[in-house]
């Protein structure tokens, strides 16, 4: 919470804040932040955000696949739309900014456009997507990829950590999984894609900036790795005769920090979930299942370290005579931000009398999906040591302000351009 008059945080500023710290106490754990697709706790989030959304003005609607969605009519009805708005769902013990920042900050922006009895040559929608991390099944942007008329079917069949499809997921949550085609949009009732986000990076700080414009959306590929040995006695199996799963993909860790940590090209990979079987201190592991993340600048960087990571995890686990199962779970290209909207959100940062500085996206968003019905824009807000996908991820008041006031400013002055 922030103190009253607190240095530079207007009314939007300082509601804002508030709305982040009551949707940051939706969590499924006591005492840290998860909020996963389709859970109890994404439902009640879903229904906070629906009445926040109505009391700016929004005719509100929870559509087919959970996004929640927000319509503030322009000058006339049923004109195409500025779509703003980030996702709602967390990664685990999260921090309260990702996602919920640009959604909340949109729906204040509205609320304030409706406070003035303010209409525009265009309907400002707001969309607050279901699902941009993936965490529950290993498939992200879902919400996105449903409105933008991208959404594979053959997801609907991944399971949970608990064994439940996901169709069932949205079964039980009281959505049909065959109406998810409804969510889809035509590109002709978007006139843009514009989302204001955390920067989750240190650049801005770095900078003293508390805005900045996006240039691209880094792409990214996600893979699931298995690999099978042979589980036996701690005590009585030699180590040359042993076919030890973790400790190969202990040795598949360290080749892939390895090849990234010498990589001058931006090169990242992550290795953020592994769970070994049978799970017993005196039992040589038998099984052990991860997750490999891994990006780069460019896309063909990108590709080239893929497989260049599938070529050492290959040679390990024949070396180790481990059987290897590997698949690509999320691939996504790198997404360029469009200019003609690059140059809108510049100009509105200007026009709150900040400089005007560029920075790609190293975080993928759900802009990496919206691409495919509309062109997309983002406008990152500088946030505390760059820290994010952890509970000390935080945004200082002022730049919270800051972020609304040049959104607002953008909103207001958003200019259709024909030839883009
Ligand atoms: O993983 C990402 O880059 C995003 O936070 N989902
Ligand atoms: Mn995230
Ligand atoms: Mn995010």
Same mark, same amino acid.
């Given at each position: 919470? =922030?103190?009253?008059?607190?240095?530079?945080?207007?009314?939007?500023?300082?509601?804002?804040?508030?709305? *982040?710290?009551?949707?940051?106490? =939706?969590?499924?754990?006591?005492?840290?932040?998860?909020?996963?697709?389709?859970?109890?706790?994404?439902?009640?989030?879903?229904?906070?955000?629906?009445?926040?959304?109505?009391?700016?003005?929004?005719?509100?609607?929870?559509?087919?696949?959970?996004? $929640?969605?927000?319509?503030?009519?322009?000058?006339?009805?049923?004109?195409?739309?500025?779509?703003?708005?980030?996702?709602?769902?967390?990664?685990?013990?999260?921090?309260?900014?990702?996602?919920?920042?640009?959604?909340?900050?949109?729906?204040?922006?509205?609320?304030?456009?409706?406070?003035?009895?303010?209409?525009?040559?265009?309907?400002?929608?707001?969309?607050?997507?279901? !699902?941009?991390?993936? $965490?529950?099944?290993?498939?992200?942007?879902?919400?996105?990829?449903? *409105?933008?008329?991208?959404?594979?079917?053959?997801?609907?069949?991944?399971?949970?950590?608990?064994?439940?499809?996901?169709?069932?997921?949205? %079964?039980?949550?009281?959505?049909?999984?065959?109406?998810?085609?409804? /969510?889809?949009?035509?590109?002709?009732?978007?006139?843009?894609?514009?989302?204001?986000?955390?920067?989750?990076?240190?650049?801005?700080?770095?900078?003293?900036? +508390?805005?900045?414009?996006?240039?691209?959306?880094?792409?990214? %590929?996600?893979?699931?790795?298995?690999?099978?040995?042979?589980?036996?006695?701690?005590?009585?199996? +030699?180590?040359?005769?042993?076919?030890?799963?973790?400790?190969?993909? #202990?040795?598949?860790?360290?080749?892939?920090?390895?090849?990234?940590?010498?990589?001058?090209?931006?090169?990242?990979?992550?290795?953020?979930?592994?769970?070994?079987?049978?799970? /017993?201190?005196?039992?040589?592991?038998?099984?052990?299942?991860?997750?490999?993340?891994?990006?780069?600048?460019?896309?063909?960087?990108?590709?080239?370290?893929?497989?260049?990571?599938?070529?050492?995890?290959?040679?390990?686990?024949?070396?180790?005579?481990?059987?290897?199962?590997?698949?690509?779970?999320?691939?996504?290209?790198?997404?360029?931000?469009?200019?003609?909207?690059?140059?809108?959100?510049?100009?509105?940062?200007?026009?709150?009398?900040?400089?005007?500085?560029?920075? +790609?996206?190293?975080?993928?968003? !759900?802009?990496? #999906?919206?691409?495919?019905?509309?062109?997309?824009?983002?406008?990152?807000?500088?946030?505390?040591?760059?820290?994010?996908?952890? +509970?000390?991820?935080?945004?200082?008041?002022?730049?919270?302000?800051?972020?609304?006031?040049?959104?607002?400013?953008?909103?207001?002055?958003?200019?259709?351009?024909?030839?883009?």
């Amino acid at each position: 919470m =922030i103190g009253p008059g607190a240095a530079g945080v207007s009314d939007l500023g300082r509601e804002i804040v508030r709305r *982040i710290d009551a949707l940051g106490a =939706i969590s499924e754990a006591p005492g840290h932040l998860t909020r996963t697709f389709l859970s109890p706790e994404h439902r009640a989030a879903a229904d906070l955000l629906l009445s926040w959304m109505r009391d700016a003005g929004m005719a509100a609607h929870l559509d087919a696949i959970g996004n $929640v969605c927000g319509r503030y009519e322009g000058q006339n009805e049923g004109l195409p739309c500025l779509m703003l708005g980030s996702h709602y769902d967390t990664v685990r013990d999260a921090g309260r900014w990702d996602g919920p920042l640009g959604l909340i900050t949109a729906i204040c922006c509205v609320a304030d456009l409706h406070r003035r009895g303010k209409r525009l040559p265009f309907a400002v929608e707001v969309t607050g997507f279901a !699902d941009e991390e993936g $965490v529950r099944f290993a498939s992200t942007l879902l919400g996105s990829r449903a *409105i933008a008329g991208r959404f594979d079917q053959g997801v609907l069949g991944v399971r949970d950590s608990a064994g439940l499809p996901m169709r069932d997921a949205l %079964t039980e949550f009281g959505l049909d999984p065959d109406q998810i085609g409804t /969510a889809a949009r035509a590109r002709n009732e978007l006139l843009a894609y514009v989302e204001l986000h955390i920067e989750q990076g240190p650049v801005l700080e770095s900078e003293g900036l +508390p805005v900045g414009v996006v240039t691209a959306i880094t792409g990214a %590929t996600r893979l699931a790795a298995s690999l099978t040995g042979v589980a036996g006695h701690a005590g009585t199996v +030699p180590m040359l005769l042993r076919r030890d799963a973790l400790a190969g993909a #202990a040795e598949c860790i360290s080749a892939i920090e390895a090849s990234c940590r010498t990589d001058d090209g931006g090169l990242v990979g992550t290795v953020g979930c592994i769970h070994a079987t049978p799970g /017993a201190t005196n039992v040589i592991p038998g099984q052990v299942s991860f997750t490999i993340d891994i990006r780069a600048p460019t896309d063909a960087h990108r590709n080239l370290a893929v497989a260049d990571t599938v070529r050492r995890i290959e040679s390990i686990a024949n070396r180790r005579k481990l059987l290897l199962q590997l698949d690509v779970t999320h691939e996504n290209r790198t997404v360029p931000c469009a200019p003609w909207l690059k140059r809108q959100v510049a100009d509105a940062i200007a026009g709150e009398g900040y400089r005007v500085f560029e920075l +790609p996206s190293g975080a993928g968003h !759900d802009g990496m #999906a919206m691409i495919d019905v509309a062109d997309v824009a983002m406008l990152f807000v500088r946030c505390r040591g760059g820290i994010s996908h952890h +509970p000390d991820e935080h945004v200082d008041p002022a730049d919270v302000d800051a972020g609304a006031r040049v959104l607002l400013r953008l909103i207001e002055n958003f200019r259709v351009l024909t030839e883009k």
